[in-house]
């Protein structure tokens, strides 16, 4: 199962948007709408942000959405807050139970 | 409150074995797939291990097959993981996390393989 491609980094301003992309292939990525996106700070175990591609769980703030477009999934985060500095990773369905995750943005707010 | 607590960690040989457990509580734990994610010191995320909500069902990342086994005991709402033959690479944080997608994580215990 090969990673999906993140970018290492980004970053933006306090009250600014981000995008961060997330590409794999038509296996996984490009084949299912399960693209999921995790925040984790330091020392801290991951918190899902996003499931199947767009969607919110409960308690996540309306400033994070997600989208895809063929083989890329993207997370934006509107507004940015100090406290959204963090690793992000996207996960996707693969074929598997077995998932796959991207290598993870670190997401500075400046 | 619904948590997991995972626990058997430590400081083991090259060779030796392990085994992890992740007690689940505040949750219908019977009811739900159960996944083991590690990450080494310093690097991503990588699924491990996955077992379905009855056992029957397992699948394993490519890099652990044939050496760790994933089984789960639900009169005892318990996840485990045997870790056999243990490399080098295996050293990370090993969290255990419920759901499809994994929506409830524990907060993960620490392997570390070292002569």
């Known amino acids: 199962q090969s990673a999906l491609t993140q970018p290492p980094s980004a970053s933006g301003s306090p009250g600014q948007s981000v995008t961060i992309s997330c590409t794999g292939t038509?296996?996984?990525?490009?084949?299912?709408?399960?693209v999921s996106w995790y925040q984790q700070h330091p020392g801290k175990a991951p918190k899902l942000m996003i499931y199947?591609?767009?969607k919110r769980p409960s308690g996540v703030p309306d400033r994070f959405s997600g989208s895809k477009s063929g083989n890329t999934a993207s997370l934006t985060v509107s507004g940015l807050q100090a406290e959204d500095e963090a690793d992000y990773y996207c996960?996707?369905?693969?074929?598997?139970?077995?998932?796959?995750f991207g290598g993870g943005t670190k997401l500075t707010v400046l | 409150q619904v948590q997991l607590v995972e626990s058997g960690g430590g400081v083991v040989q090259p060779g030796r074995s392990l085994r992890l457990s992740c007690a689940a509580s505040g949750l219908t734990f019977s009811g739900y797939v159960m996944h083991w994610v590690r990450q080494a010191p310093g690097k991503g995320l990588e699924w491990v291990a996955l077992i379905s909500y009855d056992g029957s069902i397992k699948y394993y990342a490519d890099s652990v097959k044939g050496r760790f086994t994933i089984s789960r005991d639900n009169s005892k709402n318990t996840l485990y993981l045997q870790m056999n033959s243990l490399r080098a690479e295996d050293t990370a944080v090993y969290y255990c996390?419920?759901?499809?997608?994994?929506?409830?994580w524990g907060k993960g215990t620490t392997v570390t393989v070292s002569s």
């Open positions: 996960s996707s369905y693969a074929g598997s139970l077995i998932g796959v």
């Open positions: 038509s296996s996984d990525v490009g084949g299912y709408n399960y």
């Open positions: 996390a419920r759901g499809a997608p994994p929506d409830v």
């Open positions: 199947e591609v767009n």
